[in-house]
């Protein structure tokens, strides 16, 4: 019996011992279980705030400016040299337009202390823009205190390393631009040009559609990578028209044979990330035979819904004769923002912005319409890395 009594008792304390082993075993399962729940749950929540902030930042950016705020924001400018900051804070403005009398005479450290001055005086960071297509078109580099060499046409470049050489010397202009502040050299040019003796031909790349969309696609592609800023232009096509800088163009080819031709590069672009499109002052009669395409909505909309667009749209230079011969100044903002534009790029803007103010004050433009291209916009200074360094 007392053998008996003995195992009896050693088989309770085993049972118990196995029972506290149990019960510790399942209570690690449960602290592994609720931790492993906890980093799951952490991990959605670190991976939903970090995919939202960005849009809800600029929603919220958005909710807090004022009409003078939100409108300033679709001009990009060159102001008179005497006012340079004062306008920028009294206007609100988008962005800046370097010119040759910004960079003619200035130093590296000096353009670099403009430009800066320029964003330390707007509330919202600036886009900082400069034509920087190569060739006979390029604000900085005829400054050999700015660039060593000039930057050449994309022509002479493809002839001598091809699409490589296209690629490089991108990489080179966006880096030297970044050094400089400037978030967007405004090219590449994709106009389809055959012609030597047309106007854009020195400008482009002087091939056919194919070969033009390879070029652009090239060129966006290297200026996402360098987080550079690249618009397409002149949109709907130049070809072999004349200049609108110096008088009203007409072109009166069909519909068909822009689709086939001309549109083809910018599709390239805007497949390859573009972040920008700039329209032309031409008028297109198988579009739009009342207006340049650059107020025209019928421009705009193939632009948005055929050819499936959706970043910032910006006109060309307003005081262009093909269009400043067209239209007043003041009504041209306005007109320019309600065919679908995102920014205005003008030397009137002092006339232009209380104009559109003005408009949305008295119900003739949305502000609901104003903020679809604030947004976009401010998106496009978010992916350029800029709207949060003031």
């Known amino acids: ?54 849009e809800n930042s600029i929603d919220t950016m958005i909710d807090n400016m004022s009409l003078e705020e939100k409108v300033g924001q679709l001009f990009f400018v060159r102001t008179p040299p005497e006012n340079q900051i004062s306008d920028i804070q009294n206007y609100h403005l988008g962005g800046y337009v370097l010119f040759g009398d910004d960079t003619e005479n200035a130093t590296k450290e000096s353009l670099q202390e403009q430009i800066q001055s320029f964003q330390e005086a707007s509330d919202i960071p600036l886009l900082i823009g400069s034509d920087e297509e190569g060739g006979t078109v390029t604000r900085i580099s005829n400054n050999s205190e700015l660039v060593d060499q000039p930057f050449k046409a994309p022509q002479e470049i493809y002839a001598e390393n091809g699409w490589q050489g296209i690629i490089q010397d991108t990489e080179q202009k966006a880096a030297t631009l970044d050094e400089l502040g400037i978030n967007t050299g405004l090219f590449p040019d994709a106009d389809v040009s055959t012609d030597e003796e047309s106007f854009i031909y020195d400008r482009t790349i002087g091939m056919d559609a194919k070969g033009t969309s390879k070029y652009v696609e090239n060129v966006v592609k290297a200026l996402e990578e360098a987080q550079s800023g690249s618009t397409l232009k002149h949109f709907p096509g130049y070809g072999n028209n004349r200049d609108s800088h110096v008088e009203i163009v007409t072109d009166d080819r069909s519909l068909e044979e822009l689709r086939q031709n001309d549109f083809l590069p910018f599709e390239a672009g805007i497949k390859a990330g573009a972040d920008s499109v700039l329209v032309s002052h031409n008028i297109v009669n198988s579009i739009d035979p009342d207006a340049p395409a650059s107020i025209s909505p019928a421009v705009h909309e193939i632009l948005r819904e055929e050819l499936d667009f959706d970043g910032v749209v910006m006109t060309d230079d307003m005081d262009m004769a093909g269009l400043a011969d067209f239209i007043s100044q003041e009504e041209a903002g306005l007109a320019a923002l309600k065919a679908g534009n995102d920014l205005v790029m003008s030397s009137s803007y002092q006339s232009q912005i209380p104009y559109v103010i003005q408009a949305v004050e008295d119900g003739d433009f949305s502000e609901e319409e104003l903020d679809i291209s604030v947004q976009r916009v401010l998106t496009w200074k978010e992916d350029l890395g800029i709207l949060h360094e003031n």
């Open 1 to 54: 019996m007392k053998k008996k009594g003995i195992i009896i008792s050693l088989a309770a304390v085993l049972a118990v011992i196995c029972a506290g082993s149990i019960w510790a075993l399942t209570r690690d399962e449960e602290k592994q279980t609720t931790a492993a729940t906890s980093t799951s749950s952490t991990a959605k929540t670190m991976e939903s705030s970090s995919s939202e902030p960005a």
